[in-house]
């Protein structure tokens, strides 16, 4: 079936550096695509989101680009934080239909 | 502000026990998710509502069953209890499920069964 996955299951920076978590999709027809940060013991916390007729899309200190000609998708967050220590999922969908979740990318800021 | 509230937050089941996990939300939000994660794994969609007395199946349904009485509140029941049904348990609502609006999560159900 159709999947959404991540490149990395674990990523380990330090505190101050950008992080860069990665994510390729497998349908072509998606158009919304959202981050979540899971912290342990919680549940996902939207970060931010994008439609498939944008390329990039900016937040609080996060970014989110979206290459639909490969089908990739990706979270930057510029000056990491021991806060921002999380579980990071990329969720696929098209419209009317349900999400569609990758297995995640665990975050690890040393400081 | 309160959002997506499930209660138990933990639960421990015996094979064969049924129980009901709770879910409300406070948004007036007519879209409703179940969704079960599983150690390391991403969520899959159990059950979803498009409002109330609405209910539909999602990826994995089976040993479970849902009701929409009213748009706050949205439960999942497990009927006959299995091990293979350990898992953490999240409910999410969301605004409009055509038009592509996030979803907002609780904090979860983590229930084992033994």
């Known amino acids: 079936g159709e999947s959404v996955g991540l490149h990395l299951p674990t990523l380990s920076v330090q505190e101050g550096d950008n992080s860069i978590i990665n994510c390729a999709y497998s349908?072509?027809?998606?158009?919304?695509f959202i981050w979540y940060k899971q912290e342990s013991g919680k549940g996902p916390q939207f970060i931010i989101d994008?439609?498939?007729?944008?390329d990039k899309r900016q937040g609080q200190r996060v970014t989110v680009l979206l290459n639909k000609t490969v089908k990739h998708l990706s979270l930057q967050i510029a000056a990491t934080q021991p806060g921002d220590s999380a579980v990071y999922f990329c969720?696929?969908?098209?419209?009317?239909?349900?999400?569609?979740f990758g297995k995640g990318t665990t975050l690890s800021v040393s400081s | 502000n309160a959002g997506v509230t499930q209660t138990p937050k933990f639960r421990i089941l015996k094979i064969g026990q049924s129980m009901t996990l709770q879910c409300t939300q406070d948004?007036?939000?007519?879209?409703m998710y179940w969704y079960r994660q599983d150690p390391g794994m991403g969520l899959k969609l159990i059950y979803y509502?498009?409002?109330?007395?609405?209910?539909d199946k999602g990826e994995v349904p089976n040993g479970y069953n849902v009701s929409r009485s009213t748009t706050e509140d949205f439960p999942l029941r497990l009927e006959l209890a299995a091990p293979s049904q350990t898992s953490v348990y999240f409910c999410?609502?969301?605004?409009?499920?055509?038009?592509?609006?996030?979803?907002?999560f609780g904090d979860g159900t983590r229930l084992s069964i033994l």
């Open positions: 509502s498009v409002g109330a007395g609405i209910t």
């Open positions: 994008i439609r498939s007729n944008m």
């Open positions: 999410a609502s969301s605004t409009d499920r055509a038009r592509n609006q996030p979803q907002h």
């Open positions: 349908n072509s027809a998606s158009d919304y």
């Open positions: 969720a696929e969908k098209k419209a009317g239909t349900a999400l569609i």
């Open positions: 948004m007036n939000h007519n879209y």
